[in-house]
């Protein structure tokens, strides 16, 4: 028992001084911050233990360091012209809040049982000032930066948003922010061509043109598959079809033998034909082997449509083509029947399905083409996603 509470005794002792040796670290380093997160964890937990009393000490120092740090480097931001008011106003901040952690803590008393000295100051104007200077500065930012290109006004939506999560009713910075969405957005107008001889149907063009189905998630970009009167699209994107093959309707019959050993489980006869008994006037049972035989005339029907083209980028500012890509999509319609004579026995699930199956009519061409649509709009999509225009 004894050498058990010796143990206890040199862990306790053990981590207390790892946690005064990495709060000295921190310390001497300048990380005065992380020195004081250190020591308060130790006094939360008991500020008059007498092995966590260095800590106490430590914490004076690192929190009279960390301030005159602070204040210091505030003076020499303000002393710029171009002043790092996010900075000043987040060392602002910073201070308070360290404040904020001592205070519940106190009183605190050193090892010789002296109390420990903290100098606390009310921050609250300079933080106040500090977050008005701030967002001025933010907003004039977002205000030079909404002047310029598409890449700039994307920074100024960025900063606006910095600054109306400060400050939510900011002047005019909702409507900026939008106005600098809007100029920082490229603008992309599709279009299909058609140059095969096959006609493509209108609901086929339609769902190609519905980019509400195609889940691109392009914060930066807008795909317009109507022409918006007045809008100024920076790209066009033309899905040209050149090829669209129809195949002829086709039913393939072939004629399958099927044979299977089974197992069943049957009651034993003898040779009259009666039932053979147990002691109890149970039936016995015995499991018999057979083979039973049947032939399945299956038929497939069968249609397909294979869809090539390209996707043509176009820069509309710079009246140039940039890129093609090649499309390819194929849609096969299957149908699987067949008629079955023989003994049931014989047939898997696979096979039983198979016969319950019936002849059906063979889709349209158009209805070919519109079942394609999903997988050409697959394709295109991914054409869409993988290309960045900035």
């Known amino acids: 028992?004894?050498?058990?509470?010796s143990y206890l005794i040199l862990f306790i002792l053990t981590v207390s001084c790892s946690g005064v040796k990495q709060a000295n670290k921190a310390l001497y380093?300048?990380?005065?911050?992380?020195?004081?997160?250190?020591?308060?964890?130790?006094?939360?937990?008991?500020?008059?233990?007498?092995?966590?009393k260095e800590q106490v000490a430590l914490l004076e120092d690192a929190f009279a360091k960390m301030k005159s740090a602070y204040t210091e480097k505030i003076g020499f931001l303000k002393k710029d012209i171009n002043v790092n008011t996010q900075k000043v106003y987040d060392l602002y901040l910073r201070m308070d809040k360290v404040q904020n952690k001592i205070?519940?803590?106190?009183?605190?008393?050193?090892?010789?049982?002296?109390?420990?000295?903290?100098?606390?100051?009310?921050?609250?104007?300079?933080?106040?000032?500090?977050?008005?200077?701030?967002v001025t500065s933010l907003y004039d930012e977002g205000v030079v930066l909404s002047k310029g290109n598409k890449k700039d006004n994307r920074k100024a939506y960025n900063t606006f948003g910095q600054l109306l999560n400060l400050y939510p009713n900011?002047?005019?910075?909702?409507?900026?922010?939008?106005?600098?969405?809007?100029?920082?957005?490229?603008f992309v107008y599709v279009t299909l061509e058609n140059n095969t001889n096959v006609v493509i149907p209108i609901r086929l063009e339609?769902?190609?043109?519905?980019?509400?189905?195609?889940?691109?998630?392009?914060?930066?970009?807008?795909?317009?598959?109507?022409?918006?009167?007045?809008?100024?699209?920076?790209?066009?994107?033309?899905?040209?079809?050149?090829?669209?093959?129809?195949?002829?309707?086709?039913?393939?019959?072939?004629?399958?033998?099927?044979?299977?050993?089974?197992?069943?489980?049957?009651?034993?006869?003898?040779?009259?034909?009666?039932?053979?008994?147990?002691?109890?006037?149970?039936?016995?049972?015995?499991?018999?082997?057979?083979?039973?035989?049947?032939?399945?005339?299956?038929?497939?029907?069968?249609?397909?449509?294979?869809?090539?083209?390209q996707v043509h980028y176009f820069d509309l500012q710079r009246n140039q083509k940039i890129n093609s890509y090649p499309l390819q999509s194929e849609f096969i319609f299957e149908n699987l029947f067949a008629e079955f004579s023989g003994d049931k026995r014989v047939l898997?699930?696979?096979?039983?399905?198979?016969?319950?199956?019936?002849?059906?009519?063979?889709?349209?061409?158009?209805q070919m083409l519109f079942d394609a649509s999903n997988d050409i709009k697959s394709r295109f999509a991914s054409i869409l996603k993988r290309y960045k225009f900035n």
């Open 1 to 5: 028992m004894k050498t058990k509470l």
């Open 29 to 52: 380093s300048g990380n005065y911050e992380h020195a004081i997160d250190i020591a308060v964890k130790r006094l939360q937990k008991n500020k008059n233990k007498k092995n966590d």
């Open 103 to 134: 205070k519940p803590l106190l009183p605190l008393y050193k090892a010789n049982g002296t109390p420990a000295t903290f100098t606390f100051e009310d921050f609250s104007d300079q933080i106040v000032q500090a977050k008005q200077d701030y």
């Open 170 to 186: 900011y002047q005019d910075a909702k409507k900026l922010r939008e106005e600098a969405r809007y100029k920082g957005t490229d």
């Open 206 to 309: 339609q769902a190609l043109l519905d980019f509400n189905t195609y889940g691109l998630d392009d914060f930066w970009t807008e795909y317009h598959g109507n022409p918006i009167k007045g809008q100024k699209y920076d790209y066009e994107v033309v899905l040209e079809f050149r090829e669209i093959a129809v195949s002829p309707e086709r039913l393939a019959e072939k004629e399958i033998p099927l044979e299977r050993e089974i197992i069943e489980t049957l009651y034993k006869k003898d040779r009259s034909g009666n039932y053979i008994l147990d002691d109890r006037g149970n039936k016995i049972t015995e499991e018999v082997k057979s083979i039973v035989k049947g032939r399945l005339n299956q038929v497939i029907q069968t249609k397909s449509v294979g869809v090539a083209g």
């Open 348 to 366: 898997n699930k696979d096979e039983e399905a198979m016969i319950r199956n019936k002849f059906v009519p063979f889709p349209s061409n158009e």
